[in-house]
T-cell receptor, first 109, second 115 residues
């Protein structure tokens, strides 16, 4: 089956710093999503981005489908950005989202 | 709209007992998903409903697991003869029928502990 790998697995930032999270996937996908799971466990959908670039405030994401990777950029990080960031993909042949193992981000004040 | 509601929030059960969880999706969302998440891992897909039809099931959904969505509204996930390995967070998500995919809303989950 398709493999979804995220890097780095863990990241510690000082408040105000910028960061880039990466998601590599092993096969063609028709759907790619980024999620944030806050320290209380709530999963929030950040981006639907099967290709191209999108921005939402301090967050932006880019997916290069032909090279099978996606990047999530966090600028001017805040303590509330802490949590786990998941990349998830879906293939044409299935309804399921396949999640990576996440990047655990801690933003220190 | 209060989002996706899951009950109970926590469940502690003895090994061998049956448990049932409920998910109430956003009312206009016809697509409903169940996922399971263990500590330190991403969510794993269990099953998918479109309206009342169960269109996909994971091999993770063994004979002891069953899910229903009567009348295409709320859904229940039942685990029979629970085992310690079933301990996990069970997440429900719903999605808008609008084509595009940017509509996954997850509930807060039910945390199951099997002792």
């Amino acid at each position: 089956g398709i493999q979804v790998e995220q890097s780095p697995p863990d990241l510690i930032l000082q408040e105000g710093a910028n960061s880039t999270l990466r998601c590599n996937f092993s096969d063609s996908v028709n759907n790619l999503q980024w999620f944030h799971q806050n320290p209380w466990g709530q999963l929030i959908n950040l981006f639907y981005i099967p290709s191209g670039t999108k921005q939402n405030g301090r967050l932006s994401a880019t997916t290069v489908a032909t090279e099978r990777y996606s990047l999530l950029y966090i600028s001017s990080s805040q303590t509330t950005d802490s949590g786990v960031y998941f990349c998830a993909v879906r293939m044409d042949s299935s309804y399921k989202l396949i999640f990576g193992s996440g990047t655990r981000l801690l933003v220190r004040p | 709209d209060t989002g996706v509601s899951q009950n109970p929030r926590h469940k502690i059960t003895k090994r061998g007992q049956n448990v049932t969880f409920r998910c109430d999706p956003i009312s206009e969302h016809n697509r409903l998903y169940w996922y399971r998440q263990t500590l330190g891992q991403g969510p794993e897909f269990l099953t998918y409903f479109q309206n009342e039809a169960q269109l996909e099931k994971s091999r993770l959904l063994s004979d002891r697991f069953s899910a229903e969505r009567p009348k295409g509204s709320f859904s229940t996930l039942e685990i029979q003869r629970t085992e310690q390995g079933d301990s996990a967070m069970y997440l429900c998500a719903s999605r808008s029928p609008i084509r595009g995919g940017y509509g996954y809303t997850f509930g807060s989950g039910t945390r199951l502990t099997v002792v």
